[in-house]
């Protein structure tokens, strides 16, 4: 690579640092605009959490109710039976629900539980592809955009001053 790759690359990171603020401490419009996405997609990250929570807190009990919706006849080797895979999406269900209903403070740990059971909940639904392949991608899809939205929100930048 060239020094002048090097050098641009440089130039335009530093350029970019510097127009987050103003020299009277206020955001750059364009920060202003990439904060509200983020705040708007965290707090649509929250209701969606709260509805993919309990859905798939609904998807548990019905398991553990032994009702004819939830059928498993995938082979594969985390296979669990249907009360197993009932009780773990149902007490994960209402973690997650928790979790997006505290989003709504925006408070730093609610952030950070937000993302790790975004992170758990990924991996589960993972390991649960085979069964529900459809639903299960959405879920991961869903729960990395959360993840995405909570990184990139800065509550702190977006409050009125």
Request: charged share 15%; glycine share 8%.
């Amino acid at each position: 690579m060239s020094d002048r790759w090097f050098r641009s690359v440089r130039e335009t990171t530093e350029g970019a640092a510097m127009s987050d603020s103003r020299a009277d401490g206020r955001l750059s419009d364009d920060t202003v605009i990439e904060q509200a996405v983020a705040k708007g997609t965290a707090l649509g990250g929250a209701v969606l959490l709260v509805t993919v929570g309990l859905l798939e807190a609904f998807q548990g009990l019905s398991a553990v109710a032994g009702d004819d919706v939830l059928v498993l006849e995938a082979d594969y080797r985390f296979q669990l039976n249907e009360t197993g895979w009932g009780w773990i999406h149902l007490v994960l269900g209402l973690v997650v629900a928790a979790a997006g209903a505290a989003l709504f403070t925006g408070r730093t740990w609610a952030r950070v539980a937000a993302m790790v059971i975004c992170a758990v909940s990924i991996v589960v639904n993972f390991v649960w592809l085979p069964n529900y392949p459809m639903w299960a991608i959405s879920i991961i899809v869903l729960n990395a955009v959360v993840i995405w939205a909570v990184a990139t929100w800065k509550p702190e930048e977006t409050r009125p001053r």
